[in-house]
């Protein structure tokens, strides 16, 4: 007998109620009511696959099925969608031209307590939680590695609230009353005690392709990659930096398996293979730490790798026809400041992706410019800003997509190249603000894959640019901009971007918008929950 007992079991608590619509979860176990008023049997693998699916699905059942999250639709309750949506739309890589309740606040910086897509993202990464911790309470003793991954899910869903929210309510187990807020430098310690926990627990690295055991799990270098990025930016969490730390976890994972994928075939660049319909087949998957899984018939998900490409094209960007997917949606685009990246001197040309990348001498340029302008002047209007041709649904290696809608692209959520990045920037801080040979010889490596000159040292001003163009669309910006105190606070109008805090040319904005707010119906629900300053 297959009964709801996730909807039945989880008390209405105020952690809970910041999950909003745990009750929207059905059939994440099996169970048989062995005697109906006390014992059932868990279902432990599907409790485990639905702590990684709730990152790669919107719900149950596809792409019409149940929502995991009260209030939300399948198009916004996701957990990549809401990510892109809080770290790129807010800073000078993208902006969107819906109108959707939320969008133009990010656009131009003046999201508060009651943005709904901030909501969406908070109850999202509780939801995660909620899961993580009944598959930790019932399923504990089981297998050691599953519950190892599970933990580092867990982390890495708290690595997310502290990072956006700082002082969150923690709990790790379902509770009957309001957790406590924790302070944003205890919760660092705490995920970065519990990922040292664990590591050791976790699959050995390898290399692994979409057909081979162990794909798309969590496994040694995915512990060390978030510990470098959390070392990163540590200053910023805790007011103590941790370059040291930074460069050596990241050095882990660069001295692991997991290599970085240069060899482009059948007219595909290498970078370009790494966003592709097979790019869990195709060789690229060799990068991939956590790729989240997505096939076009068995995930119909609306908001994991088919959001962060539809919402890129437009049907006139299929030149080649090779986009893969019938999905057109026109919403997010570069601003000029990002394209910059790679026109310093504004000279972008209006060009086809393939000829962009020719001119910017960097195959990371996936820009169309055709009948677009450089500058967007009027959010409203996807034309205005270059298109960004990143993902798409083209098997590089031959053969057809498994559906002409939903997608195959895999979401590599970490891959390898974010390592030599965070290796390069802990290396030049410490050696006094310019890489050693040794980060200069981490910069060049992805620039090289990209076809891009190479230089004899890097600056941290330099790496910051670098990380945008081999990163962009994956979620980091907001971050790094943070990091450099380019985002929010005094230094925030020494860069500007077009409509940075609503004005047409850019305009700084308060510190405390580096920190979204906690939502305003979890501060009224918890009695136990202080407001982060200014909200």
């Not at 994928?261 to 060799?286: P, V």
């Not at 989240?292 to 026809?321: E, H, N, P, R």
């Not at 994956?474 to 940075?500: C, M, P, Q």
Request: proline fraction near 4%; hydrophobic fraction near 40%.
């Amino acid at each position: 007998m297959n009964l709801r007992y996730f909807r039945n079991m989880i008390p209405a608590t105020a952690l809970v109620l910041a999950a909003a619509g745990l009750g929207s979860c059905v059939g994440d176990l099996d169970v048989t009511p062995i005697d109906p008023s006390s014992t059932m049997i868990v279902d432990e693998i599907a409790l485990y696959t639905k702590c990684y699916a709730t990152m790669a699905l919107q719900g149950q059942g596809g792409q019409g099925g149940d929502v995991d999250i009260d209030g939300l639709d399948g198009g916004t309750a996701g957990f990549v969608r809401q990510i892109f949506n809080a770290n790129e739309l807010t800073t000078d890589e993208a902006i969107c031209a819906w109108g959707d309740p939320g969008i133009p606040a990010f656009n131009y910086n003046t999201f508060d307590a009651s943005h709904p897509m901030l909501q969406g993202l908070y109850y999202r990464l509780y939801t995660g939680i909620a899961y993580c911790n009944h598959y930790l309470d019932v399923c504990a003793g089981i297998d050691a590695t599953r519950e190892a991954e599970v933990r580092f899910i867990r982390a890495l869903h708290y690595y997310y609230l502290m990072d956006c929210f700082g002082n969150v309510p923690f709990a790790t187990e379902l509770m009957a009353t309001s957790p406590d807020q924790i302070q944003r430098a205890d919760l660092f310690a705490w995920i970065e005690g519990e990922l040292k926990e664990i590591t050791g627990t976790l699959l050995a690295p390898a290399a692994r392709k979409d057909t081979e055991s162990g794909y798309g799990r969590a496994d040694q270098d995915a512990a060390n990659l978030l510990l470098a990025r959390m070392y990163l930016n540590a200053e910023v969490y805790t007011g103590s930096a941790h370059w040291n730390e930074a460069k050596e976890y990241a050095e882990k994972v660069i001295n692991g398996p997991h290599k970085l994928w240069t060899a482009g075939i059948n007219g595909w660049s290498a970078y370009q293979m790494l966003f592709m319909g097979d790019n869990g087949s195709n060789g690229a998957s060799q990068e991939a730490i956590l790729p989240l899984l997505q096939d076009g018939v068995k995930t119909t998900a609306w908001c994991t790798s088919l959001f962060v490409m539809a919402s890129t094209w437009k049907a006139d960007m299929d030149t080649d026809g090779n986009y893969g997917s019938s999905e057109f949606w026109t919403g997010n685009r570069a601003r000029s400041q990002f394209v910059a990246k790679f026109f310093p001197n504004n000279d972008a040309p209006q060009a086809t992706i393939k000829d962009m990348t020719a001119a910017a001498g960097d195959d990371r340029a996936l820009f169309f410019g055709i009948d677009r302008k450089l500058v967007a002047e009027n959010p409203g209007e996807f034309t205005d800003g270059y298109s960004v041709g990143k993902f798409r649904n083209t098997y590089a290696s031959g053969g057809n997509p498994h559906n002409s809608q939903f997608i195959d692209t895999d979401f590599f959520l970490m891959r390898s190249a974010e390592a030599y990045l965070i290796a390069a920037e802990a290396d030049a801080r410490l050696s006094g603000g310019t890489t050693s040979a040794t980060g200069t010889g981490y910069i060049n490596a992805l620039r090289q894959r990209a076809n891009a000159t190479t230089l004899n040292s890097y600056t941290t001003s330099q790496i910051l640019d670098e990380r945008a163009r081999e990163l962009y669309y994956e979620g980091f910006r907001r971050t790094d901009l943070i990091r450099y105190g380019l985002f929010g606070g005094d230094n925030s109008s020494a860069y500007v971007w077009e409509w940075k805090g609503g004005a047409p040319n850019g305009a700084g904005f308060p510190a405390y918008r580096n920190l979204f707010a906690i939502p305003a119906e979890d501060i009224n629900a918890n009695p136990n929950l202080k407001q982060n300053p200014g909200y």
